[in-house]
Every structure is written in structure tokens, then in C-alpha cells.
């Protein structure tokens, strides 16, 4: 592992492997590194580029300087870009392909992205978030519940059957999501108006240039794949795939192929 330093002095960890273009993966809700769909995808693409994963603030190895704001994580990006040389290509996924969005609309450099199933919800094909998710869910973590926080994104923000979450909830990985649980109303902020139930902004990503692979898995629900479509319409440079078989845990041998093949061509 090694460190940078974001503009506010947080402290990042991230690793490096790899030889070749330089790759940055960017975790979505609650994920880091050893404990990360993007470790395994970082084995599989190392023998083809220089990839670089990084524990966003508040997990892993990473400080978490407060008051919180996506400028902050913008900048944490940033920070890790600089260990690439001040420039490479990203992958997101989940909430945080829609890191990734925001931060090449805010000025990052990178010639090319590849985002993963951004979770926007742009019509009412699934159960609307609820309107004091975000108040009850600052409540539950300020009263030290980080259980209930982690039950109450599972269940409402990500919209998973209540039996699947039942289950989750005696299961070993359960002690390790409970110890990011205060990170959730970070994802929370990076999706802002895009899960609202209604088509995504004009002009979201308007000065967006740089090619994008938009990607989703054949078997997700109707709403994330919806919203996928929605957010390749609104990227006038995207390419839209999908993985056949594949759900939101997207396998990484799945993956690592089409990445490979787009950031090489």
C-alpha cells in the first residue's frame, strides 16, 4: 500500500500493480480495498495496464476529514491521478460511476471512461426512495445505529427484498459494512437528483468529451437498466453494452474483457 495527500491534507491510501497505461477503478458504496469487487477486477486487467485502486475517504486505509463534500472526493480522485502521472483512464461502478461522471465534468483529466452500472432511477419501475430516507438515515448513524443505517440502505436506497436483507444481516460481511456505514450519506450526496424517479438533467454531463463505456449486466433489474440507457442517451460520446448473464455483482472475468478492449483501442 502507499499514500497521497488530498487538497484538504486527507489522507488517501491506494495501491498500484500492474504495467502499462495507467487505469484508475473507483469503488462504489461501502466498498474498499480488500473488500472490493475492483480487487479482483485489478488482477485480471494488470497484465494489460498500470492499475491503480484507492480506498475512498472514511474506508480502509483512508482519513476521512469532516465537513464531507463531493468537491473533497473529487479532489481525492485527483490526488491518486498525480501518483498516474496527472492523467489516466477510469473505471467506475455503482455510485461510483457516477463519481467518475462528476469529476470529468468537473475538469479531471482522462481519456477515457467506463462506467459500470451507475444506480440512477429515472422512472417508477422500481419502489421510489422514500422522502426522509436521507434525514432518517443521518439520524440512525448520529444515534451510533450503523446496523439500522446499513439495513436502511440495503432495504430503501438500493432496494433489496427485505428477506435478502434479513439474511445479509447474519452473515460475517455484515461487521465490516457496519464499520463504513458513515460513509453511506457520501454515495448519497454523489448521486444527488439522479435517483429521484424522473429523467436525469439536461446537460448533466454536457462538457463530457472524452469516449465512455457504458455497461450494465443482462440480468439486473428494469430500473437500473433503465436508468443505465438514460445516462448512454446523455452521453453524446458513449458506447452501450451489456454483459450477458451478468447482474450488478458483476464478475470480473466478465468485466476485465470489455474494459480491456475499449481502453486499448
Known amino acids: 500500500m502507499s499514500t497521497t495527500v488530498s487538497a484538504d491534507g486527507t489522507k488517501i491510501g491506494y495501491t498500484r500493480t500492474g504495467q502499462g497505461p495507467a487505469l484508475v477503478l473507483v469503488d ?32 480502509g486505509e483512508s482519513d476521512d476529514t469532516q465537513p464531507y463534500a463531493v468537491e473533497h472526493e473529487i479532489e481525492d ?36 471512461l467506463a462506467i459500470y452500472e451507475p444506480p ?12 426522509d430516507y436521507k434525514a432518517r438515515l443521518a439520524a440512525a448513524l448520529a444515534a451510533g445505529k450503523r446496523g439500522t443505517a446499513v439495513k436502511m440502505f440495503m432495504a430503501e436506497g438500493v432496494g433489496l427484498p427485505a428477506l435478502m436483507v434479513a439474511t445479509m444481516r447474519v452473515m460475517p460481511f455484515w461487521s465490516k459494512l457496519k464499520r463504513v456505514a458513515h460513509t453511506i450519506p457520501y454515495d448519497t450526496a454523489i448521486m444527488g437528483e439522479t435517483q429521484s424517479s424522473r429523467p436525469l438533467p439536461e446537460g448533466l454531463w454536457s462538457d463530457i468529451s472524452a469516449p465512455v463505456l457504458v455497461l450494465d449486466g443482462g440480468k439486473s433489474p428494469a430500473w437500473m437498466r433503465n436508468g443505465v440507457a438514460a445516462a448512454a442517451r446523455a452521453l453524446p460520446t458513449s458506447t452501450y453494452r451489456t454483459l450477458a448473464g451478468q447482474t450488478h455483482i458483476v464478475k470480473a472475468e466478465a468485466l476485465a474483457p470489455a474494459l480491456r478492449d475499449f481502453f486499448q483501442q
Not at 102 to 108: E, M, N, S
Open 28 to 59: 462504489g458504496a461501502m466498498c474498499f480495498r480488500g473488500s472490493s469487487p475492483n480487487d479482483a477486477l485489478a488482477k485480471e486487467l494488470s497484465q494489460h495496464f498500470t492499475v491503480y485502486t484507492y480506498d475512498r475517504r472514511g474506508r
Open 120 to 131: 440512477f432511477i429515472v422512472d417508477d419501475t422500481r419502489k421510489q426512495i422514500p422522502a
Open 77 to 112: 480522485l485527483a490526488a491518486v491521478l498525480k501518483e498516474a502521472g496527472g492523467e489516466a483512464s477510469l473505471f467506475g461502478i455503482s455510485s461510483g460511476a457516477a463519481l467518475v461522471l462528476t469529476a470529468v465534468q468537473h475538469g479531471l483529466p482522462a481519456p477515457k
